[in-house]
């Protein structure tokens, strides 16, 4: 019966569209997942329009101007269930570098013609607006994740993502820890799994694009950064990136600042 | 006639980025058009700023989910223009395979799936899925081999880790690439059948003669590297754009309009590169463009999606080029080491032209960006475009005139997430 499939409708906020585009990197899913839910409204895919109500709702991007900020209760009111994709809208993403400053720094740099614009000063994540029902890290996000997310729900369960550290995943892989064999500084011991642990298969540190890990021992990394000769700035920009508003990763930059 | 008649379309669909449509047409005259930009800016130039030159590839890829390799590409080439590092052709090789990879990747997908669902009546490719279901799961397998490139060179597909200043982290081994082989050699029927099915699509008339701006290679069909050419005849090293290009701030839009100094509109993109560049083109590939109906010029955006499924069946022969003599790197990188310079790169994006240059400080941190994405230079060229085309058709049913606009502006792939990400902004704070 078509009428019973459930709705699906992706939104964005203030982000660069990659873990939407996710979705559609599913190649060898995307026409079942399409077959399997009805999808209502995706923007970056479809001219199709809906207006809800949407049985689950993917948000990507994070809320930086007033209008969003209004844009994503309307969303929620129409949502059943909320699940936000990325770094974004967990976390604030790259664009939350401008929490660490006056923004009114951004306007001094050269500008082509003065004028009113209306951006909040800070980038926040959705969560800090609506009730989520579940989140979804990454930077981008894991396709593997994001379809887990999408079964989960038509099985009408808890999606299962790990919470554990990306040195899980580099002892599974079987890849030499990088820290340890080499000395590159690693943000793998804080960072919550789920890319695989990639970079340290590619010989470099893991650079947290998943966020902070569930309870991460941030101060001990950092001490250890120190003994591998990383000075203070370093540190202080490794901690922030693509999560730099997550609160362990705040934190700890703000202590090297 | 004097009613007045106006098109809105508040959301684009099927771009990447948030952006709205606006004509207001008076007495069968056309008053004005707005290609409304309202994606938030997320102040990329601002804080690169004190960042070190090796964080360029990585933090300048989350400007684009689409098209991360492309930052990536002109983020590393300037930086080793400013240090003045050369990391060698085996690298070289490397790059343009990752580079390929997007740019199938990308053109497949906006030809495909989001371009030629306007030419048959489809709100998205996914509800064309019922009717063509050849052309769909095609186009999907064809996109993946490309997203394939990307993951095995770069390590994912949306913002790879592998790409740094100097070379790459680890070279993939000839064993690990070898895979690719079989599936481009696979994917290259796919690309042909695409090419064809495409070209039976009905081509509105529009043929524009906004300045095209493109990369030009000694040799190749432009990627990496080249001097910047237009069909004015303007030939400049790609440190140079300044010197000839201009960014205007556009009262209602968060994004900046790019234009030749004292000069007209211009187009970079597929059209650009493809006009400029066709003598570029391998024999084969210029007779698959022209036994699809292209002419060695093409300037009707619409037909776009022709040469996008050209460039892609290019790429995937340069892939295979590449992958067939591919040896390793070794090692994978050079060492760069910082000094107080300027350094600017322009490579071609799936979408055109883009810009770079840092001013980067003898403490290896990013002193001063500017990035210029080839959407912010065809802004312009899309209102023209829409403007002409809005006025030859006034004819047209209200339903029919708005779906054709909106084609009109995809037929330019616009990334409206690029082009805003850099906005310089004054705030007004209590």
Redesign the interface.
Same mark, same amino acid.
């Given at each position: 019966m078509e009428n019973a499939k459930p709705t699906l409708a992706v939104f964005k906020f203030a982000s660069c569209d990659g873990c939407q585009l996710s979705l559609l990197d599913c190649e060898d899913e995307l026409l079942a997942v399409a077959g399997a839910v009805s999808i209502d409204n995706f923007l970056e895919a479809s001219r199709a329009v809906g207006k809800g109500p949407w049985d689950l709702v993917l948000v990507e991007g994070s809320i930086t101007t007033p209008h969003d900020a209004e844009r994503i209760h309307k969303i929620r009111r129409q949502a059943k269930f909320l699940v936000t994709i990325g770094a974004c809208a967990t976390a604030g993403g790259i664009q939350a570098l401008r929490n660490f400053t006056d923004v009114a720094d951004y306007a001094k740099a050269v500008y082509a013609s003065p004028q009113f614009l209306e951006v909040l000063g800070k980038s926040t994540p959705i969560r800090d607006h609506v009730f989520v029902d579940f989140e979804l890290r990454g930077c981008p996000i894991s396709k593997v994740q994001l379809l887990e997310v999408v079964s989960a729900y038509l099985a009408g369960r808890k999606p299962v993502t790990p919470a554990s550290s990306v040195c899980l995943e580099c002892k599974r892989r079987g890849t030499p820890c990088v820290m340890v064999a080499s000395g590159t500084p690693c943000l793998g011991p804080v960072t919550q799994a789920g890319c695989d642990a990639l970079c340290p298969s590619y010989h470099r540190g893991c650079f947290a694009c998943f966020g902070p890990m569930e309870s991460p021992n941030t101060a001990s990394l950092a001490a250890l950064w120190g003994e591998l000769g990383v000075p203070p700035p370093a540190l202080v920009r490794a901690f922030r990136s693509f999560n730099a508003s997550a609160e362990a990763f705040r934190k700890e930059s703000e202590l090297h600042e | 006639m004097s009613k007045v008649r106006t098109i809105t379309v508040n +959301?684009?669909?099927?771009?990447?980025?948030?952006g709205g449509l606006k004509v207001r047409v008076r007495a069968g005259k056309v008053q004005e058009v707005r290609l409304d930009i309202?994606?938030?800016?997320?102040?990329?130039?601002?804080?690169l700023?004190g960042?070190?030159l090796g964080?360029a590839p990585?933090?300048t890829a989350?400007?684009?989910?689409?098209c991360?390799v492309a930052y990536q590409m002109s983020s590393v080439h300037a930086m080793e223009a400013a240090c003045g590092a050369d990391p060698g052709p085996r690298v070289r090789a490397l790059r343009r395979l990752l580079y390929c990879g997007e740019w199938i990747e990308s053109h497949v997908?906006h030809a495909a799936?989001?371009h030629a669902?306007d030419f048959l009546g489809y709100?998205? +490719?996914? $509800?064309m +899925?019922k009717d063509h279901p050849e052309a769909?799961?095609l186009s999907?397998?064809l996109?993946?081999a490309g997203?394939e490139i990307v993951t095995a060179v770069g390590?994912?597909?949306? $913002?790879p880790?592998?790409v740094?200043v100097g070379g790459f982290?680890?070279a993939p081994s000839a064993a690990e690439l070898a895979p690719l082989v079989p599936k481009l050699e696979t994917a290259r029927g796919e690309a042909v059948a695409l090419l064809k099915w495409a070209s039976g699509f009905t081509f509105p008339d529009l043929d524009l003669h906004h300045e095209l701006v493109s990369l030009r290679h000694s040799s190749e069909y432009p990627l990496n590297e080249g001097r910047i050419v237009s069909s004015e005849g303007l030939d400049i090293a790609a440190s140079e754009w300044e010197q000839h290009f201009e960014?205007?701030?556009v009262?209602r839009s968060?994004a900046?309009h790019a234009r030749r100094k004292g000069g007209g509109i211009i187009q970079t993109g597929p059209l650009a590169r493809y006009t400029l560049n066709f003598d570029r083109l391998p024999a084969a590939i210029q007779a698959a463009a022209q036994e699809a109906g292209l002419g060695r010029e093409c300037r009707n955006p619409f037909k776009s999606i022709l040469v996008r499924c050209v460039e892609t069946l290019w790429a995937i022969d340069e892939a295979l080029a590449i992958l067939r003599t591919y040896e390793p790197p070794g090692p994978s990188f050079v060492e760069v080491v910082p000094r107080e310079a300027v350094g600017a790169a322009a490579t071609e994006a799936p979408r055109g032209l883009l810009f770079h240059r840092y001013r980067i400080g003898g403490d290896g941190l990013i002193k001063e960006a500017r990035i210029v994405p080839p959407t912010a230079q065809n802004l312009r060229a899309m209102e023209a475009d829409l403007r002409g085309f809005v006025q030859n058709h006034l004819d047209l049913a209200e339903d029919r005139l708005t779906l054709l606009c909106?084609q009109v502006v995809r037929n330019h792939d616009p990334c409206i997430?690029c082009a805003t990400h850099f906005?310089?902004?004054?705030?007004?704070?209590d």
């Open positions: - | +959301a684009l669909a099927r771009v990447e980025g948030e309202y994606e938030p800016p997320r102040f990329f130039e601002a804080f700023k960042r070190a964080e990585d933090l989350r400007i684009c989910g689409i991360p997908l799936m989001l669902p709100e998205s +490719a996914l $509800h +899925a769909v799961t999907l397998r996109k993946k997203n390590g994912r597909e949306i $913002h880790v592998n740094r982290w680890r960014e205007e701030h009262q968060n900046l909106e997430s906005l310089k902004l004054k705030i007004d704070r």
